[in-house]
């Protein structure tokens, strides 16, 4: 059906005239939200170049992490072991490095290659041990959370200066990691609609079977696809420790990245089932919830009562594409 | 098919013969605790153990509801919490007050339940999403009402459900109340479960929610039906561990990926469509042994965490493995 049209059609044939409306709607919602919040509490400095810039900077770890969470999710499995993978890679990179400028690059390259390791074990465990994605992952992170919170109690060790250029460098009035997560976006976004590895993911997610029929290697897709995403949470680690100028065991957890990330690629568009969906929807689904969370701290919403508002928006705002699905849901 | 089929009658030697090798890791771990701890073997032993898996065992079963129509409930941790923040905060050190303060949180719990039931049937939310967005709400909630830190005092006639124990049984000598509670939870589970038309359309509409449809199964109730009876048994793990512990904000972290755990070492299959009341007891109180070994044998709370981790994954890939590569 779609799927083996998929395959046959070169995977341009995917981008439709309607593609970008949604996510452009979505953008443009949360940024006026965004602009009538800010004037309607007074606080109209927050409508500026900096203020943007800001409020794009606090999306940063969330978003190049929910990047990788759309690869998992579009070749039809999840990953929830990637708050874990963050805290780890913050820790170790810090740990590592101790304020040595000469172990940034031992440092960062031994936590992009755990990452991929843990990244590939996932994979693995999800096509050779065919585990259900939500139990594999979630494993994998119970294991990696037990072990780090074992070996580390508090902030470990500390990055050198030269490191933290990485989060807080700019080029003009933009930094740096702001640059790299729209970069990341623009890379696989490329990737995922002008590759044979793109059509792939997206025939792997659509139609497995189908998929494996066609002669594509899916278990090698979906292996793939968990290393790139693992890479994601492992690089927003690394980003952690940069900005807050030392690694913690729970960073990572304190982030929610594992559901938030799963959120936004939701709320973006992409299909949990797998097979549709793709980067502007999640990269959409990130701005909302900054847009959403700046405006929280601008009303000066209680901290706990953000937190319910949140749960509240993750269902509405994945209702809002779902209540037309035909058929039943789980 | 076979599940539909024998979960006809409500037979546990068949269930018990057919599935689970749960019950040789229980018994491994049991002789384990036996050998750790002299006095286990004794009904006092056995009684408190019971008494600490109670709540999980309950929630577990809670769990199997959702998880044998093919969903997930994550929003039971999180329950736990709000019961038991919300009857301290209610209840406010008067006796008196108790029996309302039970009433309304159960009446809370049937609320979260309905509204999650009728978010996934008739929004189609998935359900995974839907409990994500509710553990985060209600958690919120019962953080927003305490201010954030354990407010409030549970009195003696709250606390008597995890606390009290009888004395002078003939046979068993000691009864916690908790236990009782369990037994009639759990009978009342399995009848419906088992022996109960509802219970076999509950695993029919797991198996194939789209035959169930067509074939007149009002898939939509049932749906609602299976989320207010995990609703419900996470509300009564949480006057159980209320009694039990008394009130903290973090009392149900973790209940919800336990009781899945269980789940899964208890023969219940993810996705839906099969499942048996006393394979999610054995696996529930497999757990539950497991957390009491590693605990006596000195390994830190982290560690033990771990462990569950891989063993959630080896029991999955185990239990696929013997279903044959079906998929």
Redesign the interface.
Known sequence: MSEAAAIAAPARARVRSGAWLAPAMIVLCSLAAYCVAAAATHQTGQISVDGFVGLIQRTVALGIVALGQTLAILVGSIDLSVATLVSVGAVMASWMMQGQPDMMVPASLFVLALSALVGVANGLIVTQLRVNPLIATLGVGLVLQGILSASFQDFAGSVPKEFQIFAYGTVGPVTLSILLMFALALVEWLALSRTRFGAHVYATGGNPEGARLAGIKTARVVVLAHMLCSLAAGLTGLYLASRLRSGAPWVGRDGVYDLESIAVVVIGGTVLAGGKGGVWGTMSGVILFGCLDAIFTMAGVDAFIKQVLRGAIVVAAVAAYAYRTKGHVA | MTAIGSAARFAPVRLLGRIHPSYAALLVLLIAIAFLTPNFLSPLGVMAFLRRGASLAIVSVGQLFVLS????DLSVGSLITLAVMGSALMINNDPALTWHAIALVYLMGIGSGLFLGL????????????S??????????A??WSG?SPQGYLPDNFRQFGRVTYHDVPIIQVLPMSVVVLAVFVAICAWLFHGTTFGRLALI??DN??AA?LAGVR??LV?IVGFLVSAVSAVTAGILLGGFAGPAQDVGDGFE?QA?AAN?LGGTQ???GRGSVAGVVAGSLTLTALFTVLNLIGL?K?????????I??AA??YS?RRQG?E?
Do not use: T
Request: glycine share 16%.
């Open positions: 129509m093919g969903g997930f978010v996934v049937s008739y929004l189609k939310v998935p359900s995974i999403i839907a994500l967005g509710a553990l985060l709400s209600i958690k919120g909630v953080l927003a954030g509409v797991g929610p789209r449809d898939v939509r749906r990926l899945i899964v993810l996705l839906g830190p982290p560690l033990r965490d771990a462990v569950q981790g891989g959630l994954i999955v890939a696929v590569w998929k």
